[in-house]
């Protein structure tokens, strides 16, 4: 038998493991982190979704029998899980229907940001020549502004309003996703499978689509992810400005920290605590399935399903390896 | 397959590939060039092998690309079957791949991991809208066969196959479009020298089944002469000896494959010992700066104080079939002039600030 037929006969004998994509859910499935990260953003999503059915009480309903004597929002009762705020509006219902307003605009502004960057990313790292050197130092030159300082100037110019806050967010985003992306199809353009592919006679177009974004795109997808934590930041905090949507009653969670801000002092500490933890939950989600795609897109990790434990393992011999200074 | 008559498939003349430095923030400054391959002419014929060897970065893989077209040559005429590539448009190009392949170095980098064999094998089909999605599922499985491979393999990914099978694969692919000829660009460097022996099999057992002309590029001289019909040395750019393989390996002519042959070690420790290895001194001088006049001289045992260094030496015929770029073959070939070891000489620096080398 030779050496190919051996090789052939270990190949039948194993499973077929799937594709790339198959390979990297596996691992990511078997990520605690990611789960964890899942288990989050699910939730936020489900909040989202069915705020209306959830919440106790209308976000905009105002119950000024709730406040305590003197006028000041009260804390967490039977009635109010967390409380009420400054117009007696339920302050629980407040942060679940924050939650749509957090994750639709999220959503919008990094889907438009990434779709611009791809485009731009894509022709810049294919094209390349005059035409990389145009987008990109356009590209630097947006990424030079800081991007919430950029987020605001641009919300300032278009006026306050939702749809404004998500060109705004989008628009930061949009050369972080260029500038990866090019890095990434310049590496892929060289590699020998796309000259192959033109050897065969594929198209340029052809080869853009089945052979280099396919293989580029894993670094895109993390920061994908991971831009949407940024972008729910971003939004609180032109909320937490004053650039929020322009009806102040909008239960949005950076206009609540805000509105929040003055009744600190009287001991309503609740109110600026429970947006404050929504964002964080929200964000870490976000950030742990983004870490949790980073490892399990991770080329170099390739066909090791489920190795994540045995990597942090100790010594086998349950030495302990000397750390480097200790003396003997 | 189309016969015009003559019998040489492949024509290449004065071929020149340079890849440009460039320097400059946001418009591009020529500022040199690297002359991978610098004036090469050869012929390869109808369903004969042609090994091309020679050191690394001596632009054998540039060469080997820039015939199927994969880089843009600079200059010169690259005639295949009587067309001359360098003149065709990029859909006239794209219809004559069909009949011209390559199977590449590393078998890891030259499938597209994220694609099925079954896909990859099949993209050639595909790309020209040769077959159905059933007849091109059938030729794969055919194709596949052909090459040693389980049928079953079409439904798995590369990274799921050895070295040796990648190669399989990408020799699969290449033959998917029935071409006439393939340029085999390191095909068996990157394996086991166990595998590199199948593979090279089955290259051959390919070329008598399908007539297949291969040019195939090696640094390695023991597989050249294993599979050529002829070899041509590469030296910085320059083809500077042609000949049959057998008369090459023993009558070398240009010093620069007589050095290398004299390099290889014999299996036998009575001729080992009596041995001696000419060594060159240096190492490859640089393609974007190459020496003047013969590139060879600045590394030549054979130096003479004339021509060398003020006149290239041009391929000439010295034997029927047997070339060689060297003003001084006829006398090395009589023994009159002795190899003498050399210090290393440092080319001439010319015009080249902050010059790295390209990546491969």
Excluded at chain 1, 75 to 84: D, I, L, R
Excluded at chain 2, 4 to 32: C, M, Q, T, W
Excluded at chain 2, 132 to 144: C, H, M
Excluded at chain 2, 326 to 355: F, M, N, S, T, Y
Aim: aromatic share 6%; charged share 20%; with cysteine.
């Amino acid at each position: 038998m030779s050496v190919a037929e051996i090789e052939a006969r270990e190949i039948q004998l194993e499973a077929p493991t799937g594709g790339l994509w198959a390979d990297a859910w596996a691992r990511l499935r078997r990520n605690p982190g990611a789960l964890a990260g899942f288990f989050l953003v699910g939730s936020f999503v489900v909040i989202a979704i069915f705020a209306s059915v959830m919440a106790p009480y209308s976000p905009t309903h105002v119950d000024l029998n709730a406040l305590s004597a003197n006028g000041l929002p009260t804390g967490p009762s039977w009635q109010h899980w967390v409380g009420v705020d400054q117009l007696g509006r339920d302050e629980f219902s407040r942060i679940l229907y924050g939650a749509r307003y957090s994750l639709v605009i999220g959503l919008v502004a990094v889907s438009s940001g990434l779709s611009l960057g791809l485009l731009f990313g894509s022709v810049a790292g294919y094209v390349g020549g005059f035409v990389d050197s145009l987008i990109m130092r356009f590209m630097d030159v947006m990424l030079a502004i800081p991007g919430l300082l950029l987020a605001i100037g641009l919300v300032a110019a278009l006026g306050q309003g939702l749809w404004q806050i998500m060109v705004a967010v989008g628009i930061t985003n949009v050369p972080i996703f260029a500038r990866l992306l090019r890095g990434s199809v310049l590496a892929q353009r060289e590699q020998d499978f796309v000259l192959a592919a033109r050897a065969v006679g594929a198209r340029r177009r052809g080869i853009l689509f089945s052979h280099i974004l396919p293989n580029a795109m894993s670094p895109v997808i993390v920061q994908g992810t991971l831009a949407m934590a940024t972008a729910i930041i971003d939004v609180a905090g032109l909320g937490f400005l004053g650039l929020g949507p322009q009806d102040p009653g909008t239960p949005e969670w950076g206009t609540m920290l805000t509105q929040a801000d003055q009744y600190l002092e009287s001991g309503a500490l609740y109110l600026a605590v429970s947006p404050g933890i929504a964002i964080v939950l929200a964000v870490l989600g976000f950030n742990m399935i983004g870490d949790g795609l980073r490892e399990a897109l991770d080329p170099k990790l390739r066909g090791r399903v489920g190795k994540f434990k045995e990597a942090k393992a100790e010594p086998p011999d349950g030495r302990l390896v000397p750390e480097v200074g200790e003396s003997a | 397959m189309s016969t015009n008559g003559n019998a040489n498939l492949v024509e290449v003349e004065g071929l020149k590939v340079y890849f440009p430095i460039k320097s400059g923030i946001v418009l591009d400054r020529h500022v040199g060039d690297v002359k991978a391959v610098d004036d090469v002419s050869f012929e390869i014929r109808r369903g004969e092998t042609l090994g091309l060897v020679g050191e690394s970065g001596c632009g054998k893989s540039t060469l080997g690309r820039a015939l199927l077209l994969l880089y843009k040559p600079t200059a010169g005429r690259i005639v295949f079957d009587g067309q001359d590539l360098t003149k065709l448009g990029a859909e006239e190009v794209r219809t004559l791949r069909q009949r011209m392949q390559i199977v590449f170095q590393d078998p890891f980098a030259s499938l597209n991991p994220r694609h099925s064999v079954g896909r990859i094998v099949g993209e050639p089909l595909r790309v020209h809208g040769l077959a159905t999605r059933r007849e091109a599922a059938n030729r794969v499985r055919d194709l596949l066969e052909t090459v040693g491979l389980p049928a079953d393999a079409a439904t798995r990914y590369p990274h799921e196959f050895s070295g040796g099978q990648r190669q399989r694969i990408g020799l699969a692919r290449a033959l998917a479009l029935n071409p006439d000829f393939v340029v085999a660009d390191e095909p068996v460097s990157a394996l086991d020298v166990s595998i590199q022996a199948q593979i090279i099999n089955l290259f051959e057992e390919l070329q008598t089944e399908f007539n297949l002309t291969y040019l195939f590029i090696a640094h390695d001289l023991a597989v050249v002469r294993h599979i050529s019909d002829r070899v041509a040395v590469m030296y910085l750019g320059v083809i500077v000896e042609v000949s049959p393989s057998g008369a090459l390996y023993d009558s070398p002519l240009h010093p620069y494959t007589i050095s290398l042959l004299s390099a290889i070690p014999i299996p036998d420790p009575e001729v080992e010992r009596a041995r001696k290895p000419i060594l060159l001194a240096g190492d490859l001088p640089s393609p974007a700066n190459p020496p003047a006049a013969c590139r060879f001289h600045t590394r030549c045992p054979f130096v003479q104080e004339t021509r060398c260094r003020d006149e290239a030496p041009l391929l000439r015929e010295l034997e029927p079939g047997h070339s060689v770029a060297c003003h001084w073959a006829e006398q090395i070939r009589a023994g009159e002039l002795k190899p003498k070891q050399r210090a290393a000489e440092v080319v001439e620096q010319v015009q080249q600030a902050g010059w790295e080398p390209p990546p491969t």
